[in-house]
């Protein structure tokens, strides 16, 4: 039962759309009516600026930290690993919002953070690079996920079962949720910074 809980309780975590919020509080626009048309950090930065885009960041890194230190309180290891998928899954997918969410990028690094955090900060070095070498911020976050299990199999010793697992569901979440942008990416028509 206390699995159910966490599920639930981190779904409507990540359901708090800090780009929907922040553009209709500051900018009295819906984020999804504009750019990508996603709910997220990106999109965000790009509609409305710097500014809010950067408050943006920082609640959805936060609200995927808080998910996943509800969830190990409340059921430990695997708590932890159900309240993180669960905060990504309700950014993604929030039933607030019509299931019209963000990517998932943030809210994954939030995550990540309380889950390992030496994966992590390789992880993310790794899209910045891709980021500043390519100027595609899509590219760069799709290499940074994907890469997760790659760089947990190489990095993180003892092997960790429970986390390996996280690593493809993390992956796959982002190239599922990246699609469109891969396919601009093959047509060379993804946007550039």
């Given at each position: 039962m206390k699995y159910i809980f966490i599920a639930i309780i981190a779904y409507f975590i990540g359901n708090i759309s800090f780009a929907y919020i922040l553009g209709k509080i500051f900018e009295k626009k819906d984020v999804r009516e504009y750019g990508s048309g996603n709910a997220g950090t990106t999109n965000a930065l790009r509609t409305f600026g710097k500014k809010i885009g950067a408050m943006v960041l920082?609640?959805?890194v936060l609200k995927g930290l808080?998910?996943?230190?509800?969830?190990?309180s409340i059921g430990s290891e695997l708590?932890?690993?159900?309240?993180g998928a669960f905060a990504i899954i309700g950014h993604n997918w929030p039933v607030l919002l019509n299931f019209k969410g963000g990517k998932g990028?943030?809210?994954?690094i939030g995550v990540m953070a309380i889950i390992n955090p030496f994966l992590t900060i390789l992880c993310v070095i790794l899209g910045l690079i891709i980021i500043i070498i390519s100027r595609t911020v899509s590219l760069g976050s799709i290499i940074g996920m994907a890469s997760?299990?790659?760089?947990?199999?190489?990095?993180?010793?003892?092997?960790?079962?429970?986390?390996l697992i996280f690593c493809f569901f993390i992956a796959g979440m982002s190239i599922f949720r990246h699609k469109d942008?891969?396919?601009?990416?093959?047509?060379?028509e993804e946007n550039k910074f």
């Open positions: 920082v609640g959805d808080v998910a996943v230190v509800l969830g190990r708590g932890a690993y159900l309240g990028v943030a809210t994954t997760a299990p790659l760089v947990a199999l190489i990095f993180i010793k003892p092997f960790q079962g429970q986390l942008n891969i396919n601009r990416l093959i047509r060379g």
